[in-house]
């Protein structure tokens, strides 16, 4: 096979990181932000409020919101991270597509290396966007924190796995 074919694959592994992996973020993003602007029974869409009657305080006429919204913050900021795992492993495959002894193995490893990236992070941002969409709801703050930590994890190992593919030469890693 020629090296356009290599390239291709190559190309197609890095590609395939990067959108699988921003969909999971983008999706993770949606859901957390619909479950930051749900307060009790009332739902923010663009400028109209729908309002249950027991979510405001009727002498402040102000929203009852728990003590932190920042904590609501973390599920948003978590699902940037799997964002930029794509874009890392795009960068790196990118990098190793203009040496001039690139083969069809290593196109098959980077395309390989994409998949496992974009792959596990869009899992990922589909747990964090399930679990993300509860913050108001979760009983404790930190059983929700500890469990958005988890699903964060899967994304990670995808990058970890992904990135001793792309590190391998000749069929052996190479030794960090």
């Known amino acids: 096979m020629s090296s356009e074919t290599a390239f291709f694959y190559g190309a197609l592994g890095a590609g395939s990181a990067l959108v699988l ?54 599920g948003v900021v978590m699902a940037g991270f799997l964002g930029i795992y794509g874009i ?17 193995a290593q196109g098959y490893k980077h395309l390989a290396a994409g998949l496992t990236v974009g792959g596990s992070c869009l899992v990922s941002g589909v747990a964090l966007g399930m679990i993300g969409s509860h913050v108001k709801q979760a009983k404790s703050f930190t059983t929700w924190l500890l469990t958005m930590i988890f699903a964060e994890s ?23």
């Open 88 to 104: 890392i492993l795009a960068v790196i495959i990118q990098a190793q597509l203009s040496s001039p002894t690139y083969g069809l």
């Open 21 to 74: 992996a921003n969909a999971g973020a983008a999706f993770a993003t949606l859901r957390t932000a619909a479950g930051i602007l749900k307060y009790g029974d009332t739902v923010v869409v663009g400028t109209w409020v729908w309002v249950d009657e027991e979510a405001v305080d009727t002498q402040t006429k102000a929203f009852k919101r728990p003590p932190s919204d920042m904590n609501c913050m973390v």
């Open 154 to 176: 899967l994304g990670l190992y995808g990058l970890i796995v992904a990135l001793l593919l792309c590190n391998q030469v000749g069929g052996s890693p190479v030794s960090l």
